[in-house]
């Protein structure tokens, strides 16, 4: 018995959709089912795999079912690789169901479900991974598991007797699935410190306002804010992977997350648009920016501008004209026409009259409203 690994850990956490999406695309089908041996499948994700294996699935809720009767299994999810992987035990060709897979596991030997796991084709059966293929496992069963899941490049799960564990072992990804209490508990903890961030960056977001409006933004100012922003984004990530992982026991914190990060990436693209001459270079920076980087805001004034971080920037407006009644062609326009926020603001009315035509007198009031909101300390 053996198993396959060829895939980074992300790959591990993009499986449920991919996989649900497999019966409703016929060309994610056909690359899947009908081109034995070609590389180009469909690679799912660690999400993927998370949910497809949350509570409340039926694939889950099986092997939950083997777990409290005290037993192990292997199950193997088919791809165009898998033919060749086993031999021996009978073919099933049933309709997956959590009971019919629990019953089969009180055999010996794996259980070969279909990859869009609707379906249970092989039972009792003997892996027969190539055993050139490393494996860090020492159990027979694991073993196995991983140089299968090695060997076909695909999703393979192991449930232990012993040790009352589920491990999902994808290419060359192994994780271990959490206990539903601990992982809910994680979650909770780190939703707490999400919301912190959320009120310092809210914080930011108000102080940066009146810097706009007083035209006394610097460098400094906006690293700090896409700091928050991005250390925001990663926590959001992780918890994520927390939500996905708890399936139907995940409402409640998905509901709070939401609601915290609610508004982030909009916020970011309007200051990337405000700041940064080439904002796709930023987004690349940040995605490929660790924790431990983040915490460096010198690095990252340096980086992004290329000058110290107490100089003075005048943004060009996108933020803050977003927020009155004028539609993103107008913003862009005004902005085109005056170069930045501050040559907006200090626009005469003859000059608007240009671009905003009868509408120069309501902008204007708007404007005056904004300010006196942003002065006060009031949130936009």
């Known amino acids: 018995m053996v198993t396959n690994q060829t895939t980074k850990e992300k790959t591990i956490l993009e499986v449920d959709e991919g996989l649900e999406e497999v019966d409703e695309n016929s060309e994610e089908k056909n690359i899947i089912e009908v081109q034995p041996g070609i590389e180009e499948e469909k690679q799912l994700t660690k999400l993927d795999i998370l949910k497809k294996l949350s509570p409340g699935s039926g694939l889950r809720e099986g092997l939950d079912d083997i777990l409290n009767g005290g037993m192990g299994a292997l199950i193997v999810v088919s791809n165009s690789s898998s033919a060749n992987i086993f031999e021996g035990g009978f073919k099933v060709n049933c309709k997956f169901s959590p009971k019919r897979l629990a019953e089969l596991a009180k055999m010996d030997g794996a259980i070969i479900i279909s990859n869009d796991f609707k379906k249970i084709l092989f039972a009792n059966t003997l892996l027969v991974p190539d055993r050139s293929f ?19 490049k695909g999703l393979v799960i192991a ?31 780190t939703l707490r410190i999400l919301e912190k961030q959320r009120e310092v960056f809210d914080e930011l977001l108000t102080n940066l306002n009146i810097l706009e409006v007083t035209n006394l933004v610097s460098i400094a ?35 709070r997350m939401r609601e915290v990060a609610k508004g982030i990436d909009k916020e970011k693209d309007l200051i990337i648009m405000d700041y940064i001459a080439d904002p796709e270079k930023v987004r690349n920076f940040f995605d490929n920016l660790s924790f431990e980087g983040l915490l460096d805001s010198e690095n990252i004034a340096r980086l992004l501008f290329g000058e110290p971080s107490e100089v003075r920037i005048i943004p060009k407006g996108h933020r803050i004209l977003s927020k009155t009644s004028l539609n993103d062609n107008e913003i862009n326009n005004l902005i085109k026409q005056f170069k930045n926020f501050d040559g907006v603001i200090n626009a005469d ?29 009031r949130k936009i």
């Not at 009868?358 to 009031?365: E, L």
């Open 134 to 152: 490393d494996t860090s496992e020492t159990g027979t069963r694991h073993q196995a598991a991983e140089r299968t899941a090695k060997q076909i």
């Open 159 to 189: 449930v232990s007797e012993r040790r009352k564990v589920i491990t999902a072992y994808y290419s060359n990804s192994r994780y271990v699935l959490q206990n539903t209490e601990d992982l809910l508990r994680r979650a909770t903890e």
């Open 349 to 377: 009315t003859e000059e608007l009259k240009n671009i905003l035509k009868s509408f120069t007198d309501g902008f204007q009031s708007e404007l005056v409203k904004l300010k006196e909101q942003i002065m006060v300390g």
């Open 221 to 255: 100012d906006i690293s700090t804010i896409l700091q928050r922003i991005e250390m925001i984004r990663k926590m959001a990530d992780i918890i994520n992977e927390y939500i996905v992982e708890l399936g139907k026991d995940g409402i409640i914190v998905r509901m």
